[in-house]
């Protein structure tokens, strides 16, 4: 089945290196230096379901081993979904929504002969309409894959290793959420704040460079001690280059990835990660204890970010003689700390495991941001059944803190609302959610998922029923993951 590293590469959720691309790049890397020779076409599906085939095509008629032997890997997913609310929300409904991710992999090496270099460049075709838009109005949106409807490049970049070291760098247009700010059992939910959180996702420019955005940057990786992993980065902090407010992943050029924006801020970012009993680099060796990986991070973003309540004028920006202009902030920061424990596996050599994981995150300057506290946790039950080795089951939540800025808005709008006005004060939103991934073959999955989100938006209007709250939502969907 595809490892949670597969779900990071083909999302973003994201939905954003997954383990078909490792394979094939492995392959790639072990393939003598004999002239390419193609090999005989084998578009055969006679082993279609057989554990072996990891992609639906196979090698591609030859086609994957002759690339294969100049170093070049090319991976293709499609990932779609339905998504619909049977109760609460704007109103009820139903929506397809899904997204094609074709990527390209060179292995320098291979190619010519240049030790330790890998060039990666990926797309994404995304298509359909967004249930959480449209529907919901809720903060931790039901899908990593709602976005936009467009055709974009999302990363080019160049990775290096520097030498024996144990340490590369990697530079060009990134995606974050592709190595930062990961909860490796998180990953396997569907909820968009279970793959990025919500608190980048609203409180960065455009949601931060991540599905569908990425910026230019440089990121370094390496290990300090032995099980002890530094990330440390620097990226723009605005792909589309717009204002705070008005920041769409369509605007200008960005429409299709291609904006480069280096105007408006830079966002670094460290992360420290611990591998607690690490699987052994030996296949031969038995396993130590029950695997974990632990997670300390922080960002900073050196970019202005407008108040949630006060106007350049002085004034409440609710207050209907503001200019409605909000006075502007320089920089903004966060941290966040994830922790993923193994804490149930019966046979250390045996797919059955229970994984445990909370990742918080905090964002306290309560002035410029709209959530001042993220959290996700669960339980992750692999091999649930007798021969369903390849299957998981979730059970999570996530959670989100209204700011004191944000509430202070509100605090203004219900003074200023003319009288008979509803006009509520946003506090928190929580959601569950369960899912149970079915595995019919390596190269394709199926996800059935159930989310409850209580207090959609944090207590908001419904628009289309302009006296009332928007209800709690309970959410039905259906994901399949297919590696061509």
């Keep these: 089945m595809r490892t949670v590293e597969d779900r990071r590469r083909a999302r973003q959720l994201g939905l954003a290196t997954g383990a078909v691309s490792a394979l094939l790049f492995a392959t790639a890397a072990r ?77 320098t090496s291979k190619a010519f002969g240049w030790t330790g270099g890998m060039f990666e460049v990926s797309g994404l075709q995304i298509h359909g309409s967004n249930l959480s838009a449209k529907n919901l109005g809720a903060l931790q949106t039901v899908s990593g894959l709602e976005a936009a409807d467009s055709t974009r490049l999302w990363e080019l970049w160049y990775q290096q290793t520097l030498g024996n070291t144990g340490w590369d760098v990697k530079v060009g247009q990134q995606s974050l ?99 607690l009993n690490p699987a052994p680099t030996d296949p031969k060796a038995k396993a130590s204890g029950l695997p974990g990986t632990y997670k300390l991070g922080v960002w900073y973003d050196t970019a202005p970010f407008p108040d949630q309540r006060v106007g350049t004028d002085g004034l409440p920006l609710a207050d209907p003689a503001s200019n409605g202009v909000a006075v502007a902030h320089r920089g903004n920061y966060g941290f966040y700390g994830i922790a993923d424990q193994i804490i149930w596996q019966p046979d250390l050599s045996a797919p059955r495991a229970l994984g445990a994981f909370i990742r918080l995150m905090g964002a306290p300057l309560g002035d410029r941001n709209l959530i001042t506290l993220s959290a996700n946790g669960g339980l992750t039950l692999k091999a649930p059944f007798q021969g369903r080795d390849g299957d998981i089951v979730g059970l999570g939540f996530g959670y989100g803190l209204i700011s ?72 039905f969907g259906v994901r399949t993951t297919i590696a061509f």
């Design 177 to 275: 959420d592709q190595e930062f700010i990961v909860s490796a059992q998180s990953l396997l939910f569907l909820n968009t704040s279970m793959g990025w959180p919500l608190i980048p996702s609203v409180d960065l420019y455009a949601g931060g460079p991540a599905y569908p955005l990425s910026s230019l940057g440089v990121r370094l990786h390496g290990q300090v001690v032995p099980n002890v992993t530094a990330l440390l980065g620097v990226f723009d902090d605005n792909p589309p280059g717009g204002p705070f407010n008005n920041d769409s992943q369509l605007r200008g050029p960005e429409a299709n990835g291609v904006r480069f924006s280096l105007n408006t801020g830079a966002l670094a970012i460290g992360e420290l990660q611990y591998a």
């Design 31 to 107: 393939a003598d230096s004999s002239p390419p020779v193609a090999p005989p076409p084998t578009f055969s599906f006679g082993d279609l379901f057989a554990p072996s085939r990891t992609t639906l095509l196979g090698d591609a008629g030859g086609l994957r081993p002759l690339l294969a032997k100049y170093g070049i890997t090319f991976t293709l997913f499609e990932e779609s979904e339905v998504f619909g609310n049977v109760s609460g929300g704007f109103k009820r409904g139903a929506d397809y929504d899904g997204v094609t991710t074709p990527t390209v992999m060179l292995d």
């Design 404 to 475: 004191g800025g944000a509430r202070g808005f509100n605090i203004d709008q219900a003074v200023y609302a003319p009288a008979g006005t509803l006009s509520p004060i946003r506090s928190s939103e929580t959601f569950i959610e369960t899912f149970y991934t079915i595995n019919l073959a390596t190269w394709w999955q199926i996800t059935p998922d159930f989310q409850y989100i209580f207090n959609p938006g944090g207590g908001i209007v419904n628009p289309l029923a302009p006296n009332t709250l928007v209800h709690d939502e309970a959410v």
